[in-house]
């Protein structure tokens, strides 16, 4: 197999120049790791070679670039001078673009690892007089981390994306602002206060509402309009919490500020619920996780994978500096218990949340049989954990830090794991061009080195040992103990949900797996084209990385996430008690894992047999009917009042109207009824109001004769 | 309450012309009426402004030689009045040559039928 | 230098005059306003600097008492309008060189321009007059001409929407005068300082002339500047005239409106005599209104000039929002609001008059794909639309920072709820036209990205429009430390 695996790499054929190009960027990167690995932990066999290679000029060259303050800007913009020279170069050839879309995500990558020193000492990079409070760039160890997890996975993506693409259309636009977003999402990630923090998120939702579209048929043009409509109400929600701020506390900077905070009022909660919705509704937070399912299907894979993989994730960071901004007391007060009370009633909220958004996620991707919509599911319900993490965080107050480690973790290996199976997906389309489990099977015969990858991600996300989702889902249950412990005895129905969930978890899996790559082989796909090499070595290096993180779980704990938490106002010896000392592999954790697998394979026995899988609800049992049922109802009441002639009247220009039949206006959401409701009080009272204008005079008049008589 | 009603005999006639001119703008269709009720109203001002200048007892507003501690009738409204009945006219003229215009195009003076054509014609 | 505002108002006076003696070719025609233009540019930015450096000056004419005589005022707030006017205007007039070869007769460009002029000369006038009847004359002028330059165009409904114009437009200038009356019965001058200082004196003893004349005065402003539920001349007027006189109309002329209502209000009046009055309270009620059903108005609409004029509602509310506050940092976010506003509209109303100059669409169903055809016109159309939803790096989203500072230091949290609920409804009628552009294809021709086929005198106003429109959303202290230079002037 080894033999006939190489062989295929000779028939590359028209994509040599940007396979050989991609190999080399992938040792490069690898080879970049390595460095980056050996700088962190220095060991002593090791250090004479590195001190040489930093007197080198090279070595000098890259030290005296990650000092400078101004390399956040110049991560910032490398995208996108990347997307205009992609633009012109992709007039003229595809696998040229491709090779210099390549090339600059892995500039930016190496930049990103470049900031390593600032990272530690936390420096800030302002800018005033811009935009009329100034913009200001920081980076700390928590944004440095997220900033490695998305240039490291979109280096991968982009490798893989170049074949994929070649069957879409509009190649140029999509790679445009699949750069843009990039770049927004790195402004995101580096900004140092709220104010470019939001700059740069309604720039990331404009430009990846055109990845969403990218396919431009109806029901991606449907899917588009519901996520730029949400996405802007939650830029809108932010906007006005930024307001409010300024009024109240006057400051946007990220610094922890929990005590000028309950100065303020009942109005912080305000602030709060405001922010949290606002960031929730990009990192799919039930309930504004609607538009969620509805965008991540019919975006082209490449875009699915860095959707799901990474940009809800920015979502979960704004939620993570949000609460650490706001929970955690200011340097002097860092002894008073009663500072972290805000944080507590935050924290418990947000665990809830976080544990229905779980419930949901795992309950509807159960009932699915479109591969790809099942996963969108399974992003949310990820979500939930990271959520319930971060909530776990902010309840313990100063004992918070496992549950700041968990939810950290889990982001990471959630963007790895989520990106590889719509990879996976993406591989299998390209050939069979089927997204539904139930049509599929026995495809390991076709992909075999595609199932190997696929089996380590689903052990992946279905938290089996000696992968990585397995230590921060032991992290998560570790930091739920504690809560149980130091906090509300209700807490245990959360563990058993935990539990549960994570039994729900490990039994969707076991189907998306068979379901696709075991069984038996059907005849029309048993002559179906098979993989492409380059991209299943892109798909490698992120399972490479998903292993090696399985395998030694502390490296990234020592190194990375326990600076990062020593940045922050937690208290130490409860980090040096807890996490620096967990033992991943203890007795308990694993029997523990072993129970949820056993309790996964039963529910997964019991659903093929009994046929649990093809339940459904029915369609209108939407989150999304549910919480606009009110003002739905009320809009449709209206139209069925007035609009008897509506179908005169509904000749105006709505996008929403494919199909405009009076069956069609029953079953519109909430944007479409908007459009009709509107179109509605146009058509009726628009021209009354322009003729009738002695009404309104002899109105205003006598208005303005009642104030006269109120003087007398 | 006559007397005060027969003192203030210009502004009341005033506010009445401009009651009238103003309803009979907003509510006749005839193109032609609404050009009219303007100038009835433009007379009403007029008409209201130059009364506030009258002073009891006063003189015309012409200086002679040697004669001081004279009342005089207040002369600045007047002129300012002046300004406005030149606008007022030219106003007319405009509006009447649009009305013209209007004839032609639409072929009715009635300003409902033409708002109705001009809706049918969208 | 101190001659300057007269120069400045009396030099498109005189060039309107003077038209119709130059030889009707084209090329003369636009070369000589061009040059007239880019003369009044330089008076515009030299008076300004002058005043920046040496503070505000009074210009009395013919060296009267400023009591008896007629007398400019120019404030940093005044110049730096007079400066952006001109400007503007400057470009709007390259635009229109072009696109009137579409929309008039041959004969007719000498006429249009000429009224052009006197849309400037009555404009800059009322800017910088400090005389009440002066203001009252100059309005009477910029009526007439705002009419006419609507009905130039020979069709049938710009005769009806001018008509109509000039029928409620008169009726405010005539409630303006009576409301005048009022005041003159009581105070006896006409100049604005001197009307104040009696003002203060004699409010007790004539309650009732004053809320007369303030009633009549704010109403006829209102008819002029487009107030709900007022505005009901806007639609058809701004839909129905030739593109460059809508982007005059509906950027520049409405809004010379609001700062004589601005004049009135806080020089004349004083803050203290509105609030007592209530009438504040009244503005901010019917500017919600307007906020709010000029949004749902425009989402209905087919025709996309008609569209942007009931945006132009919307945002006219937004000013006198933040005009009605009746403090300080109210005022200031409604002014900013005029100069935003202004840019954006102004750039939404050229993009518009370019496609339908090119393609002859005005429907919008029928503007599918055409983001393809013509990118440079949609990018400023773009650009202008995320400015009025509210993305920030566009000065759309820095009035509406103002505007919220200001509501929430006054303490009424409700209208900032209105104002983003507005900027929604706002993204709801602006985004399909972007989306369907850029987005929506022909099912024969695919897209491809090609130049614009428009005349380079219609693009490079357009690339000049959205580039100030990003400069002055990056950095709006260009603007608002002018404005806030100038409040005390007004408090």
Known sequence: ?712 | MIETLLKHTNYLGAIALFIIGLYTVLTHNNVLKKVIGINIMETSVFLFFVSIGMIQFGRAPIIKLNETDIVYVNPLPSALILTGIVVAVSITAYSLSLIIQLYREYGTLDLDKMLESKEEQE | MKQLPVLIVLLPLFSALMIPLIPKRKNILFGFVSVIFSTLLILTILSYLNVLSYGSFRYVFGNYLAMVGIEFLIDPLIALLVMFVSGLSFLIVIYSFSDIQHELKEHQYAYYYSLIMLLMFSMLGMLYTNDIFNTYVFMEILSIVSTAIISIKHKRSNFLASFRYLMLSSIGSLTILMGLAFLYMVTGQLNMDSMAYVISNVWTLYPTNLVLAIGFILIGLAIKSAMFPLHIWLPDAHSSAPSPSSAFLSSIVVKIYIVVLIKVIYRIFGVDIISSLRIDDFILVMASFGMIFGSIFAIGQKDIKRLLAYSSVAQIGYIFLGVGLLTPVGLAAGLFHIFSHALMKSALFMSAGSIIYSTNKRKLIDLDGIGFKMPITLITFSIAALGMIGIPGISGFMSKIYLGLALISDKHPLFLSLILLSSFLNAIYYMPILISSFLKEDVLIKNSLQKDPLPLTMIIPMVIITLSVLLIGLYPQIIMDVIELALPYYF
């Open chain 1, 1 to 712: 197999m080894i033999t006939t695996f190489f062989n295929e790499f000779r028939d590359w054929g028209r994509y040599r120049r940007f396979s050989i190009f991609s190999t080399i960027i992938f040792s490069l990167t690898f080879i970049a790791l390595g460095f980056f690995v050996l700088y962190l932990t220095q060991p002593p066999a090791i250090s004479l070679l590195l001190r040489g290679l930093q007197s080198s000029l090279l070595g000098q060259f890259f030290i005296d670039l990650s000092q400078n303050s101004i390399l956040k800007l110049i991560i910032i913009f490398t995208p996108v001078v990347g997307s205009f020279i992609q633009m012109i170069i992709g007039r003229f050839s595809d696998q040229r673009r491709d090779i210099s879309i390549v090339l600059w995500t892995f500039i930016s990558f190496i930049l990103g690892l470049l900031l390593y020193p600032q990272a530690v000492s936390q420096t800030t990079l302002n800018f005033k007089d811009i935009l009329l409070l100034g913009l200001s760039f920081r980076v700390d160890l928590l944004s440095y981390i997220m900033v490695i997890i998305t240039t490291l996975i979109w280096l991968f993506v982009m490798m893989y994306s170049h074949h994929y693409m070649l069957h879409e259309i509009h190649r140029n636009r999509f790679y445009f602002f699949l750069s843009l977003t990039l770049s927004s999402i790195l402004g995101t990630l580096l900004a140092g206060d709220l104010l470019t923090m939001f700059l740069f998120f309604e720039i990331m939702t404009l430009s990846s509402f055109m990845l969403v579209t990218h396919g431009e048929s109806s029901e991606s043009l449907s899917a588009g309009y519901q996520y730029l409509f949400i996405g802007v109400f939650g830029g809108i929600m932010i906007l006005l919490a930024i307001i409010l701020q300024i009024i109240t506390v006057g400051t946007l900077n990220f610094e922890p500020m929990a005590i000028r905070f309950e100065q303020i009022g009942l109005i912080r909660y305000f602030i709060i619920g405001l922010l949290l919705t606002g960031f929730g509704i990009k990192a799919g937070m039930a309930p504004v996780h609607v538009w969620l399912p509805r965008a991540h299907p019919v975006a082209p894979t490449p875009a699915s994978a860095l959707l799901s993989g990474i940009l809800i994730k920015i979502g979960a960071y704004g939620i993570l500096r949000i609460m650490i901004t706001y929970t955690f007391p200011e340097n002097t007060y860092l002894s008073l218990s009663s500072a972290w009370k805000f944080g507590e009633f935050v924290g418990y909220i947000m665990i809830w949340i976080g544990i229905i958004t779980m419930l949901i996620g795992v309950f509807f991707a159960l009932q699915q049989s479109n591969a790809k919509k099942m996963l969108a599911y399974h992003s949310i319900s990820q979500m939930g954990y990271i959520l319930l993490g971060i909530g776990i965080m902010a309840y313990l107050g100063k004992n918070g830090s496992m549950g700041f480690a968990g939810a950290l973790y889990h982001i990471i290996n959630h963007a790895l794991f989520k990106s590889l199976l719509f990879m996976v997906l993406g591989i299998i389309y390209l050939s069979i061009h089927e997204y539904d489990m139930y049509k599929m099977g026995g495809l390991y015969k076709r992909f075999p080195i595609t199932a190997i990858i696929a089996f380590v991600a689903c052990l992946g996300i279905a938290g089996i040992p000696l992968f990585n989702g397995f230590v921060s889902k032991s992290l998560i249950h570790h930091a739920l103990e504690k809560a149980i412990t130091y906090g509300h005895p209700s807490l245990i129905l959360v563990e058993w949900l935990f539990i549960l969930i994570s039994a729900g978890t490990v039994t969707s899996f076991i189907k998306f797996f068979s379901f696709i790559f075991l069984g038996k082989l059907k005849k029309e796909h048993m002559t179906c084209s098979q993989s492409i090499r380059i991209m299943e070595l892109a798909m490698m290096g992120i399972a490479l990385v998903i292993i090696l993180i399985g395998l030694n779980p502390h490296f990234l704990l020592d190194y990375l996430i326990i600076p990062a938490l020593s940045q922050t106002a937690f208290d130490i010896h409860f980090i040096e008690k807890y996490i620096l000392t967990m033992n991943f592999f203890a007795i308990k954790d694993l029997v523990l894992m072993g129970q949820i697998i056993l309790m996964g394979f039963i529910f997964f026995k019991l659903g093929v047999k009994y046929h649990l899988f093809h339940l459904h609800f029915s369609s209108s049992f939407t989150v999304e009917r549910i919480l606009m049922y009110p003002i739905n109802k009320t809009l449709q009441i209206y139209i069925q009042l007035r609009g008897k002639r509506l179908v005169d009247y509904w000749n105006a220009y709505n996008p929403y109207a494919e199909d405009k039949s009076m069956s069609a206006l029953k079953s519109q959401g909430f944007i479409g009824r908007v459009f009709t409701v509107s179109n509605l009080i146009t058509r009726l009272h628009e021209n009354n109001l322009i003729r009738n204008d002695a009404f309104i005079y002899v109105v205003l008049l006598t208005i303005i004769v009642s104030f006269l008589l109120l003087l007398i």
